[in-house]
């Protein structure tokens, strides 16, 4: 990733710190206009993560809803398979590979999320992964582009990993391609029939989410896409999805675990420190 990027990601994280928010004023009403429940998937014992992502999110007027997820090294896989959870064989012949425990985890939550929208009959809510980032401008986008979506909009995708894409709107692209599929879990807007659609393709699991989410047109889904994308995924944080072997990248997961313990500590340090001297 480009330096600026990166510390474009480490200034959002650093503002999330000191609860500063957006930088634009009319991205602060941005709850109010999505006017949906806001649904933020993140383990227990991430509290970077969610520390960040409540208070990015806060800084929106979006008072978001933590998801539990559930924690891949929790999980028996020989268990989930004997249970009908996971199915490895399906997952080689879907996905060409098993998947880790990891990606089990993450697919299983966001299945949970699916499962909690149904029970609770939300006609749309916006689910979003712990390390999101709002791009500029990001509330007249939304405004624009639920006002433009085609009546048919079942899932639009914040975030996806495809380039074969055709506008229909100023802020929304279809996807025309079978083969180039749009890719990413890390923020969309699902509504309540998409939502349990895939609940009944999702189980028993052999796609990561991200990957089921991109087959959605296969289940009969509507999905469009914002581009460029509506949210980036902070890269300040470590991810918590793929098991490294090379000592580089384990040694930038690290760095980066390193970077955002120390920043925590500062702002928080500061932040004792403004108060006693008040």
């Given at each position: ?22 930088t ?126 085609p ?14 894409c ?9 996807f ?90 500062i702002?928080k ?10």
């Open positions: 990733m480009r330096f600026g990027h990166v510390a474009a990601h480490f200034r959002a994280y650093w503002s999330s710190l000191r609860r500063s928010g957006a634009d004023d009319a991205d602060r009403s941005l709850g109010a206009h999505l006017q949906c429940p806001v649904f933020v998937i993140n383990l227990e014992r991430s509290a970077h993560r969610r520390d960040y992502i409540l208070n990015h999110l806060r800084g929106y007027g979006i008072d978001a809803r933590i998801f539990p997820a559930i924690d891949g090294k929790t999980l028996d896989v020989q268990e989930l398979m004997r249970q009908g959870i996971y199915d490895d064989a399906l997952a080689h012949r879907k996905f060409s590979r098993s998947l880790s425990c990891a990606e089990i985890a993450c697919a299983l939550s966001h299945l949970g999320v699916y499962r909690q929208i149904v029970a609770d009959d939300m006609p749309m809510a916006l689910v979003l992964e712990d390390d999101a980032m709002f791009a500029p401008g990001i509330t007249n986008r939304i405004r624009g582009a639920l006002s433009e979506a009546a048919d909009w079942q899932i639009l995708q914040f975030f996806h990993d495809c380039e074969e055709e506008p229909i709107t100023p802020n929304l692209v279809r025309p391609s079978n083969s180039r599929m749009p890719v990413g879990a890390a923020g969309y807007l699902i509504r309540k029939a998409a939502a349990e659609k895939m609940l009944n393709v999702g189980l028993p699991v052999c796609y990561p989410a991200d990957s089921l989410i991109g087959r959605s047109h296969r289940w009969g889904l509507v999905m469009y896409g914002f581009w460029p994308p509506a949210i980036v995924q902070n890269s300040v944080f470590p991810t918590q999805i793929y098991a490294h072997t090379t000592w580089r990248i384990k040694f930038t997961q690290r760095l980066k675990q390193a970077l955002v313990s120390v920043s925590d500590g702002a340090g500061v932040g004792r420190s403004r108060r006693g001297g008040g």
